[in-house]
């Protein structure tokens, strides 16, 4: 009995040191990517609460990127926003405008590296949501306006290889974003991407992915990685030594 | 008798010194005065046929108009003024100057037993001295003797020379310098007798004349000059030599490290019959390229391509050479130097990162928004630890290229980082191997960042890294401390050029203490004993120091620096959110590549020459500059210098100060050809700031046995430009191949006019015909 017991606490022990080593042993401890959610008035900022924790676990599973399970909400006003070079805005209905001072924050966030990745989680056409977005960009690149980003983008090829946008729902098959020379600092998803992450620690999922059901939310798992991927290395899927492999697997 | 002479008998004045003459009209009329006089002419003559009509008897009526017609030319004379100039002329013959080659290729022998051209020039002139006498009747003959200066002579002085006196020969710059030394003279015709080595701005206008720009250059130089030049080529048939020369090596001044350098060498070979002949190129004693040529019978020229990769960034003296043979007439041409200063094209930089982080986005951010910087990134991406449910072909990994980066291209690098990378599942220790060799022996650059791989936690403690790291690494240390904090830029550091983003240095530091506070270090054992702590920690110490954050060390020939932390990403973006801006982020990472490949825009002594290849007796000017370790000029330092010439001969310089604070001057006059090194280095309280080194080449005074065969191509351009033709000494009749306008100037004296219209006889025949005609008219009844 006594040596039952001596092994059962050995492997509980060993069990909590497994689980733990990534971090404990780790310089980044307190310096892992923390993903930032934008707290912004009116609407509901955060749609799904489990979304980020569960995409950041398939983070750190299936790629060597150190991705901290709990997000950061923040709001543009806060003095510690430009520590949060990725900043995810989720909503399914219409917001209150930025005041001037925010959206001109925001603006020297996205001009000096920071990325704002928007993910519309009403499942609807032209959605409050979308109507306050569009209004949002504009005021931030009255230059500019939202492109479909095309399917040669490093979004795509960042990690896995990409020929269609998934989500929870499949409202637009393109991703949008702002492009600033050759990086795009805005992404903006209609498909409700968040949506398809929702569940628990257990692995039950809070919506279903439609039309394509498991396969649609694996694939909307993947885009999260590739967008997360894309944010910290920009192009480099794009340079010359990738090319041919990224052909060759493409065929 | 001519006309002349009939003036000159009717003349009351002294006109007899006059041999020539001229009618001109006196009047000053406009064209409508003419026109009316002529009109008023015609119409008198019509009027006056009209009005004699009634006349039956012809001859009568002929009379009469003939009268009226001879009144009538007599007015016009007077209306036209005619008037006869008489003229005093001279023939004068035209001025020619005939310029003897005097230079040192003229005084080879090149037949066994045989004369020089020199003493066929001398031949020649003796057995034509009547055609000189004969040009003579023709032209006004001033003799020169020529090379690099330009010396008026007679026919007998030279004629009495022993052999040539001049070193070089300069055929247009002697054919310019007529006008300074003759002003007057006004040459048209110039007999060049030379053998047409040239080596002044003659033969640097032809010596590469492949396109039109080039051709159009010499026309246009030939032109310039302003005179018919007849050459006479001193030439000998019998002339046979054997000689190998290296003619020309065309390269650029200035290269690219790594990339393919490539020089065109032009090969004259001559009497060597057929054979192999190693061509070398070296630097200094270093031989950096070697290969044989063909050469063949009956062909002199060659052109020679040679190829190399220089490996070192500086100012170097190369030079081709080809092996001396003991029946040569001249060895000293067998080698040729030039100069190359060897750049960066763009700074290559290898990126190696374990995991994509913060830090890892935006040093690649920086590095790539560099247009000088060529990065070339390797991120892992997934682990073997990672999870793995997707065919390969849905993602977009490719192999690590551990081979590749770490063994074949490593030497194209000219730094390599390792950001918080793992080797271990990677890279075999034997290619850390080749890393360490990369920056111990050929001058490589190396950054270890920090993180949760690298130093310690990387297990880099006992692997050759370790060896090029400027921190000591211990075994079994507590890889990491956390927490918050401030790093302390050092005295060093705040000196330093990485971490200078203000000349004052108060203000430099209180800029690093507004940078946001970093997060976690790797602990590292101490600083080694040669490196230099730029910034430590505030706190993190042990009995050797403060933990150095970022430090840097001369490893060899390399450099090497080390960041302990993976959070310097916070002096970017969240330094902008505090009110900063990414400038400070981006500057220290371009001055730390710079240090990293010892760019020359950091080094502390700097030298500088006007130019890179000088000829003897030359004074070279030779100037230093001189910074501080604080890079602000210093009139203070102490400076050594020296000149080394290739014979092992080592002369000191001695250097005053100028009167810009940290400029130094001294100047060296070179007695002898050859490559030479001049060293300086730079001392401040005994301290030393640094060296540099500069060489340089003298070579001018063998160009003129560089290539010792006449040059016929040289010699009729230079006649078919001038529309003349190219002659021989050989040739039997010179006299009557020489295309020389011989047609002599006239020169006038003096003149005086001789006017007839205002003379009484005019008068007086006006008025007589006037009066005949009156007489006629009454007589046949005409009123």
């Known amino acids: ?251 | 008798m001519d006309f002349l002479d009939i003036i000159k008998s009717f003349s009351d004045k002294d006109i007899s010194a006059f041999n020539d003459f001229k009618v001109k009209i006196g009047a000053d009329l406009s064209v409508p005065m003419i026109l009316l006089v002529a009109f008023s002419f015609g119409l008198f003559v019509y009027l006056s046929f009209k009005s004699t009509k009634e006349l039956k008897n012809k001859r009568k009526r002929f009379l009469l108009i003939l009268f009226r017609v001879l009144a009538l030319f007599a007015i016009l004379f007077m209306i036209f003024q005619p008037k006869l100039e008489l003229r005093e002329t001279k023939e004068i013959k035209n001025k020619m100057a005939v310029l003897f080659d005097d230079s040192e290729s003229m005084g080879l022998k090149l037949e066994s037993g045989g004369n020089s051209r020199f003493e066929n020039l001398k031949s020649f002139l003796k057995k034509n001295d009547d055609f000189f006498e004969k040009l003579s009747d023709d032209f006004d003959i001033d003799y020169y003797s020529f090379g690099s200066s330009l010396k008026p002579t007679t026919l007998p002085e030279f004629l009495a020379k022993g052999a040539p006196e001049e070193s070089k020969t300069y055929i247009g710059e002697a054919i310019e310098g007529l006008k300074t030394i003759n002003p007057k003279a006004e040459y048209k015709e110039v007999l060049v007798l030379t053998d047409g080595c040239d080596n002044g701005k003659i033969k640097s206008l032809t010596e590469n004349m492949s396109s039109d720009l080039d051709k159009s250059l010499f026309k246009k130089y030939v032109k310039s000059l302003n005179v018919k030049i007849h050459p006479i080529a001193i030439t000998n048939e019998k002339e046979k030599f054997s000689d190998i020369a290296i003619n020309k090596v065309m390269a650029d001044q200035f290269g690219f490290i790594r990339t393919p350098f490539e020089i065109e060498v032009l090969l004259y070979a001559s009497g060597l019959g057929k054979k192999s002949i190693p061509i070398t190129l070296k630097n200094g004693d270093n031989i950096v390229k070697a290969l044989n040529i063909k050469i063949e019978e009956g062909k002199k020229e060659y052109k020679v391509k040679m190829k190399f990769y220089p490996q070192k960034i500086g100012r170097f003296v190369y030079t081709v050479s080809v092996p001396t043979y003991s029946d040569e007439l001249i060895q000293e041409n067998n080698e040729k130097s030039f100069f190359v200063n060897v750049i960066r094209d763009k700074t290559r930089v290898l990126m190696v990162v374990g995991t994509p982080t913060w830090d890892e986005r935006f040093l690649r951010r920086t590095l790539k928004n560099n247009p000088n910087i060529d990065l070339i990134p390797f991120f892992i991406l997934r682990t073997s630890y990672d999870y793995l449910n997707v065919p390969e072909k849905e993602m977009s990994l490719i192999p690590f290229p551990t081979r590749e980066i770490f063994d074949r291209e490593l030497h194209t690098f000219d730094v390599v980082i390792l950001m918080n990378f793992d080797y271990g599942p990677f890279v075999p220790t034997s290619y850390l191997q080749n890393i360490k060799k990369y920056v111990m022996n050929d001058g490589g650059g190396f950054v270890m960042v920090g993180g949760d791989r690298s130093f310690n936690a990387g297990r880099y403690e006992r692997t050759p890294i370790v060896d090029i790291l400027p921190v000591d690494l211990s075994v079994g240390m507590t890889p990491f401390s956390f927490g918050k904090f401030k790093p302390v830029l050092t005295e060093v550091g705040n000196a330093h050029p990485i971490l200078r983003v203000d000349f004052d240095a108060e203000k430099n530091r209180a800029i690093f203490d507004s940078l946001p506070a970093l997060e976690g270090i790797n602990n590292v054992l101490k600083l080694k004993d040669d490196a230099l702590a730029l910034m430590t920690h505030p706190k993190e110490r042990n009995e050797h120091g403060p933990t150095p954050i970022i430090s840097i060390s001369e490893m060899g020939k390399g450099r090497s620096m080390a960041i302990t932390t993976d959070t310097l990403w916070k002096w970017n973006l969240p330094y902008v959110g505090e009110g900063g801006s990414t400038r400070l982020y981006d500057n220290f990472w371009h001055n730390a590549l710079k240090w990293l490949v010892k760019d020359p825009a950091l080094d502390l002594v700097k030298l500088t020459l006007q130019e890179n290849t000088f000829s003897t007796e030359e004074s070279i000017k030779i100037k230093l500059k001189v910074l501080d370790h604080k890079y602000q000029p210093t009139d203070k330092a102490r400076v050594k210098g020296e000149v080394k010439s290739d014979d092992g001969k080592v002369i000191k310089l001695n250097f005053r100060r100028s009167e810009t604070v940290g400029d130094y001057e001294s100047e060296f006059v070179p007695k002898r050809d050859g490559n030479y090194v001049i060293e300086t280095s730079a001392y401040l309280k005994e301290k030393y700031l640094g060296k540099d080194i500069h060489p340089f080449i003298v070579e001018e005074s063998k160009a003129e046995l560089i290539n010792i065969e006449v040059d016929h191509d040289l010699l009729a351009e230079l006649a078919t430009l001038s529309e003349t033709k190219l002659l021989k000494i050989e040739d039997d009749d010179i006299s009557g191949s020489l295309a020389i306008d011989s047609k002599k100037e006239v020169q006038l004296l003096g003149k005086v006019e001789l006017t007839f219209w205002d003379s009484k006889m005019n008068f007086l025949i006006i008025t007589m015909f006037l009066i005949i005609e009156w007489f006629i008219r009454r007589k046949y009844g005409l009123y």
Request: with cysteine; hydrophobic share 35%.
């Open chain 1, 1 to 251: 009995m006594e040596r039952r017991k001596l092994l059962v606490i050995t492997l509980i022990v060993c069990l909590c040191i497994t689980l733990t080593c990534g971090t404990v042993f780790s310089l980044t401890a307190k310096n892992e990517i923390v993903i930032a959610q934008l707290k912004y008035k009116g609407g509901d900022y955060e749609p799904y609460k489990s979304s980020l924790n569960v995409l950041s676990g398939y983070v750190v599973s299936r790629t060597s990127v150190i991705l901290a399970r709990d997000k950061k909400r923040i709001a543009i006003q806060d003095k510690d926003l430009f520590l949060y070079p990725l900043l995810y805005m989720a909503g399914a209905y219409e917001f209150k405008p930025f005041s001037d001072g925010d959206v001109k924050k925001l603006r020297k966030y996205l001009d000096h590296g920071g990325t704002l990745f928007i993910d519309d989680s009403s499942g609807q056409q032209n959605s409050g949501f979308d109507r306050g977005i569009k209004r949002l960009v504009k005021r931030l690149y009255p230059e500019k306006s939202l492109e479909k980003i095309d399917e040669e983008h490093a979004i795509f090829r960042s990690f896995y290889l990409f020929k269609r946008v998934p989500g929870r729902k499949l409202i637009s098959p393109f991703l949008f974003g702002i492009n600033t020379g050759d990086i795009t600092p805005v992404i903006y998803s209609k498909n409700d991407l968040g949506g398809a992450y929702a569940g628990d620690n257990f692995g039950g999922w809070d919506n279903d992915c439609t039309p394509g059901g498991e396969r649609q939310r694996e694939m909307s798992i993947r885009l999260g990685i590739n967008i997360i991927m894309y944010t910290l290395t920009v192009n480099y899927k794009k340079d010359q030594v990738h090319i041919p492999f990224i052909l060759q697997r493409r065929k």
